[in-house]
């Protein structure tokens, strides 16, 4: 079983394809992808260029992409869309790009702070996200 984890940022973008044993497969590092900065379209073009580069003939069981600027709205919609169109059998999720530091973490209390190009602050207490 292969998960990927993408983490699309406003200064780089990193995409990680690991197994069920937490083991890194594969490792991709691409240039900025905020849909706020970029376009959606250009967004959209990163993501597939990064999961080429990653993943190859891999069908992975579950994907997250933690995509700054584009955590929610329409945005959020048009990521979620292509996922799906591209891994139509996998778990699907995506969201702000925060929410990788909380769903990497095993505890039911979390927190991430993001001081990059924006900065955000995200609590999980007793499993539930703030």
């Known amino acids: 079983?292969?998960?990927?984890?993408?983490?699309?940022?406003?200064?780089?973008?990193?995409?990680?394809?690991?197994d069920e044993n937490e083991n890194e497969i594969s490792r991709v590092i691409l240039g900025a992808g905020n849909p706020n900065d970029i376009g959606i379209d250009e967004c959209i073009t990163l993501l597939g260029a990064g999961l080429d580069a990653l993943c190859g003939d891999i069908t992975p069981v579950a994907v997250?992409?933690?995509?700054?600027?584009?955590?929610?709205?329409e945005y959020a919609v048009r990521v979620r869309d292509f996922l799906k169109k591209r891994f139509p059998n996998s778990i699907i999720e995506n969201g702000p790009d925060a929410l990788n530091l909380i769903y990497c973490s095993r505890s039911k209390?979390?927190?991430a702070l993001i001081c990059g190009t924006g900065s955000l602050l995200f609590l999980r207490v007793g499993g539930k996200l703030l």
């Open 109 to 111: 209390n979390a927190g």
């Open 64 to 73: 997250f992409a933690g995509v700054s600027g584009a955590g929610y709205g």
């Open 1 to 18: 079983m292969y998960f990927v984890g993408i983490d699309v940022g406003g200064t780089k973008s990193d995409f990680l394809l690991c």
